[in-house]
């Protein structure tokens, strides 16, 4: 544990030097992301944000080691990402629930992996902690047929962090969550990557979200992607998610970054 | 309202249903006593033959057909499920012998009964490896298309979470290809049913195909048509023992009916 902290700082947790990725579709090339450069801090929070098709998904899967860059560099920790990167949790947009399982289950699947042993009883009381935290008491033994879309995205969300890994890339995790209980979540994912100390790489298309919970929000342009801009959140943290959207600094932000989104978003559309 | 009406619609294809199944016996028996023939026999003649044949080898000849179908089912079932995995998850191995397998499938199995029978004699041995055959290769399609049809992104997901190969396939490949081998497993236990008996009809010394080829070679309806009676009974068996088995299996599936 007690590494040399300062080279531990000075190495990004997340690289991407020169990154690009084309996709070959109907024996056509397209550029999905153009060459981009990023760097996220250990224990820093990035959002992604930008129209649909701008290879923010893209950036997630390259750094989960789903997808390799065409040109450029991906590393991790210093180390350039060859196959998957089980390092990080990964939330996609589609929830990866196995139907046979129930709730219970579900979120402790990863528990029972080899490379992470642990005696069952642990494990059950881990499980039924994390139940409790995304409001899922009562609901164990409902398989994820029974649940809502709602339901299943927290059970989603509980899976990933129940085994704490060092960071998260999350792809619109709250995309089908009504308007509070979305804010719920973003508090308690606020408060868990805190208390963890995770790296965090999360999209969303929700202005509001990116800036309630990142440390800078990056702002990215319409297909072929490329990054448009990224801003600061010069908010003081840990925040009242549910007062925070009122406060003059989150409106101003807000403000600068659709000024930069809006035009990508109308050139998105008509693609 | 709605759902009395429903329970009270309900009872009545109850009630039309016991109707229509003790008419068919009243019928039979009607035809066969106004007929006088002896081809038409009669469901009491037919009782009394059960009945004598129960305290003189019937158990013998069921369990000897059961046995046949179990072990087959047994051997051919877990070949079927183990080459369907095994398959459906490689490409290239799948490439080169899918199409063999296909090509063997294409004989009528049934066919192959004389075969097994020259081979193995005239015990249970020829009986068992044909309904083993025909399970492997019902089980063998099923298991291989679901294995092959598993959500890739489910198997991703647990491979990021660190899961090994072998936890991959334990937690996601083969619990997702139990609906198919379920599909499967029912198709097959008919066909299982047909395979036994068949081998047994041209040659064995016991099981119900036996009793009813017996039947058969000295003109004795009335033994034919018990011999049928007891089939069929094995037949509502064993589907009804394989929709149990799929509704316990599967209950993830109806839980949200």
């Known amino acids: ?271 | 309202m709605a759902t009395q009406a429903l329970a009270a619609g309900d009872r009545m294809i109850g009630v039309w249903r016991v109707v229509v199944a003790l008419s068919i016996p009243l019928v039979w028996e009607a035809a066969g006593r106004l007929s006088g023939s002896p081809w038409v026999s009669t469901p009491g003649l037919v009782g009394l033959r059960l009945l004598a044949w129960a305290s003189d080898g019937l158990v013998f000849h069921i369990t000897t057909t059961i046995e046949e179908i179990a072990t087959g089912l047994a051997l051919g079932s877990t070949c079927g499920v183990l080459c369907g995995l095994a398959l459906g998850r490689m490409r290239v191995l799948a490439g080169i012998l899918r199409p063999i397998i296909v090509a063997l499938y294409s004989v009528p199995l049934i066919s192959l009964a004389p075969l097994f029978i020259m081979l193995f004699g005239l015990g249970q041995m020829p009986q068992i490896v044909l309904v083993s055959i025909v399970v492997f290769f019902l089980i063998f399609f099923n298991t291989f298309a679901g294995a092959e049809s598993v959500d890739e992104d489910l198997i991703r997901a647990l491979h990021l979470m660190g899961a090994s190969r072998t936890e991959v396939f334990r937690k996601v490949i083969g619990p997702a290809s139990v609906v198919w081998i379920i599909g499967g497993l029912k198709v097959a236990l008919p066909y299982a049913l047909v395979a036994a008996t068949t081998g047994e009809m041209l040659g064995s010394r016991g099981g119900i195909g036996f009793l009813l080829n017996n039947a058969a070679q000295q003109f004795d309806m009335t033994s034919l048509y018990a011999a049928l009676v007891i089939l069929m009974a094995l037949g509502i068996l064993t589907s009804g023992s394989a929709t149990r088995l799929e509704t316990w299996l599967l209950r993830w599936r109806h839980a949200a009916q």
């Open chain 1, 1 to 271: 544990m007690q590494r040399n902290s300062a080279a531990e700082a000075a190495t990004p947790k997340i690289q991407l030097l020169g990154a690009s990725r084309d996709f070959e579709a109907r024996g056509r090339r397209v550029q999905a992301l153009q060459p981009i450069d990023l760097s996220v801090k250990k224990a820093e929070f990035v959002a992604l944000v930008g129209p649909s098709g701008c290879g923010k998904s893209t950036i997630l899967n390259m750094v989960a080691g789903l997808l390799g860059p065409t040109q450029g560099r991906v590393a991790y920790d210093g180390q350039p990402i060859a196959g998957l990167n089980r390092k990080v949790g990964y939330m996609t947009q589609k929830d990866t629930l196995l139907p046979w399982r129930d709730v219970a289950s579900n979120i402790g699947v990863a528990l029972e992996l080899k490379c992470r042993p642990m005696p069952r009883a642990d494990a059950a009381t881990k499980v039924a902690q994390m139940i409790e935290l995304v409001g899922l008491k009562g609901f164990e033994h409902h398989y994820p047929s029974e649940l809502s879309g709602g339901m299943r995205k927290r059970v989603a969300l509980a899976r990933t962090l129940i085994y704490e890994p060092e960071t998260l890339l999350m792809d619109e995790p709250f995309a089908a969550l009504d308007a509070q209980l979305r804010l719920v979540m973003l508090d308690q994912l606020q408060f868990l990557t805190r208390l963890r100390k995770m790296t965090v790489l999360f999209v969303t298309h929700d202005l509001g979200e990116a800036i309630t919970l990142a440390d800078r929000v990056v702002v990215m342009s319409a297909r072929p992607g490329r990054i448009r801009a990224i801003r600061n959140v010069p908010i003081q943290r840990p925040l009242d998610v549910f007062k925070a959207r009122f406060s003059p600094e989150f409106a101003s932000l807000h403000e600068a970054l659709w000024d930069e989104l809006k035009d990508e978003v109308t050139k998105g559309t008509d693609l």
